[in-house]
Every structure is written in C-alpha cells, then in structure tokens.
C-alpha cells in the first residue's frame, strides 16, 4: 500500500481551512479503508505566509488530528513556490503526492482514480478538467486561448489541466532537479516524462472565500509560462526585423529612383512617421529580449525559493 500524501498550499484560507480538512480528512480515511493508501498517509498543508489565521488553524490541528502536517513559509512567496515546497517536504516521508488547491474546488472524488493509474505503474497523472462551464466567459475564454497559444509557441502544456495530479516518487525526485526560480510547474511537470495518464473531471465553484489570483497575478503567471518556456518570441522579433530591413531596401531604391529621375518631394510627414514607427518598434523588441535577460538573471542568482520556518508532521 503507497503512503499518500495531499499537498494543499494555503494562502489566507482561514475561511475554507475546517471544511477541507473535514472533507480531507473523510477521503483519506475512505482511502485507507479500502486499501488504497497506508497508515502514514498526511495532509500537508503548506501556509504561503498568509496574513490571516491560517497557521494557527492549521496548527491546531496537528494537535487533534494526526493526518493533518503543515509547513509554514517564512513570507508569501506565491502559490506555485508553496506548491513545490510542499512537494518537496512530502517527497522524504512519501510515494506518491496529490496537488490540489485549499477550496477544493477540484472533484476530490476522483483521487481513487488517480491512486489506480498510480498502481498501475503510472509516475504522473494528470487531471483534467472535462468542462469549463462553471467559469466565468471571460476566463473560460482567456484560459483556452491561452493554451492553444502555449501549443503554438511549442510548448509542451496539457491542455485544461491546472495543478491537480498525482505524482510518484520517482517524478518528485525528477521535478527536484529543475532549478528554475521562475516557476511554472505545468510546464515543468511534462518535460519530466516517465508513464503518464488522464484523469477527467469538473471543477467546482469556491465553497468559500475569495479567489487568491487576481487578474494581476494571472497575467504575470500567463507571461511567466511563456518566457520561461518558449524563445519563439525571439525568433519573431528577428523574423520581423529581417522582413523590416528588406521592405527598407525596397523603400530605399524607390526613394533614389525618384531622386534621379528628379520627382523627389521633400516627405517629411513620411520621415516623421517612418522615425516613430521605427522607435516604437525597437522599444517593443527591446522590451521583449529584456524580458528574457530579466529572467537570466534572476537565475543566476540561484536565489532559495522558499525557506520553511515550521514543519509539523505527525508520526503515528
Ligand atoms: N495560493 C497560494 N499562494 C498565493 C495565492 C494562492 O498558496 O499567493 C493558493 C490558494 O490558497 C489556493 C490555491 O493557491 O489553495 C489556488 O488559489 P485560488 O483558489 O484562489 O485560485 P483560483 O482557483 O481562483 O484560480
Ligand atoms: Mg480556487
């Protein structure tokens, strides 16, 4: 029987916290019941530096409840630094962990699932959402737009799936080897390999509180998977500058054709223009290689990405 562990990274969740651990702490029991899962299985519970009472709920219930594990971030370092921290933490005492969000708003039902592609030999499985006809139009539309636009950039992301999914341990000590501070782990996890498989399901509205990703942070996420994953961008900027220089040549025999042959005007509303254009366009290629030397470095500097303050884990 595999030790299971969920790791669930919380940010201000005070609101959730008792009902997740309620509903948790029943599957897991469920699990063990039927085999599925071993007696040293925990919910770990990750506190991204939450302002709220967060820690202190989880805190307590290390005390009452002998499945329940945290580990408490020194500051809020965003969700996917808490996700791989908690992965991590997990990775010493486990053999498989589940990822999943504190509002469970991913069907927890389907775990039984994930344990059986786990037995059948499966390293990573990966779940995926069958609809989105709970979300709002305007986030069904960005985020299935956005993916099909990963795909066309080459990068390798499963489509419709966010961070809920079971990996091994073999798959945790693989994701432990990628360095990168500009986390995105949905892009990461694929590159891994191994045996994969997909577990379907629908995704809930929040039973409570509020969303913790902002419009803000989505974009920064959207632009951050990728940056961090596809140089295509780059490869546009030089194809765009080629093409420039070529309808610049062209513009340039018209411009001296027309001086010989003495009809040349004196054009400064087409100079004017041409110098603006031009402008506008190195800055925005600029601004796009700064992203990337923003990123190298960042990288270089080989920064921790998270430093445990606390770590709770119950034995027996
Ligand atoms: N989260 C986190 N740190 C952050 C933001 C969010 O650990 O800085 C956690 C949050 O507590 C939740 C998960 O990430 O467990 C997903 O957040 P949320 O449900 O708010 O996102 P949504 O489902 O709206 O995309
Ligand atoms: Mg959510």
Redesign the pocket.
């Known amino acids: 029987m595999p030790t299971v562990y969920f790791v669930?990274?919380?940010?201000?969740?005070e609101e959730v916290l008792p009902e997740t651990v309620k509903r948790l702490t029943k599957k897991l029991n469920g699990l063990m019941a039927a085999g599925m899962a071993d007696e040293a299985s925990r919910m770990l519970f990750?506190d991204?530096g939450s302002r709220d009472k967060t820690w202190e709920i989880i805190a307590a219930y290390t005390e009452t409840n002998k499945y329940v594990a945290g580990v408490k971030l020194s500051r809020?370092r965003?969700?996917q630094n808490?996700?791989l921290c908690g992965l991590m933490t997990a990775k010493e005492h486990c053999d498989c962990a589940i990822s999943l969000?504190?509002?469970l708003?991913d069907d927890i039902e389907v775990i039984d699932q994930f344990l059986e592609k786990y037995q059948e030999g499966c390293e990573i499985v990966y779940g995926v959402r069958s609809s989105r006809e709970k979300d709002t139009v305007f986030k069904r539309s960005t985020a299935q737009g956005y993916y099909k636009f990963m795909k066309a950039l080459g990068v390798d992301i499963v489509y419709n799936h966010a961070d809920y999914r079971l990996m091994g341990k073999k798959a945790l000590d693989a994701l432990a080897e990628y360095r990168e501070v500009n986390l995105f782990l949905r892009g990461i996890v694929p590159l891994i390999g191994y045996r994969c498989d997909y577990v379907y399901y629908e995704r809930n509205e929040?039973f409570a509180g509020?969303?913790?990703?902002p419009l803000t942070?989505m974009l920064k996420f959207a632009v951050d998977g990728i940056t961090s994953f596809s140089v295509k961008p780059l490869k546009i900027i030089s194809n765009l500058g080629i093409v420039i220089c070529f309808l610049s040549i062209i513009g340039f025999i018209y411009a001296l054709v027309s001086f010989f042959m003495g009809s040349a005007v004196a054009g400064w509303a087409s100079t004017i223009c041409s110098i603006w254009f031009l402008g506008g366009l190195q800055m925005l290629c600029i601004g796009i290689v700064g992203t990337y030397v923003g990123k190298i470095y960042s990288e270089v500097k080989h920064r921790p990405r998270y430093r445990i303050e606390t770590t709770i884990i119950n034995k027996e």
């Open positions: 669930v990274p919380c940010y201000n969740e990750v991204d809020n965003g969700h808490a996700l969000d504190a509002d708003q929040r509020q969303s913790k990703y942070k």
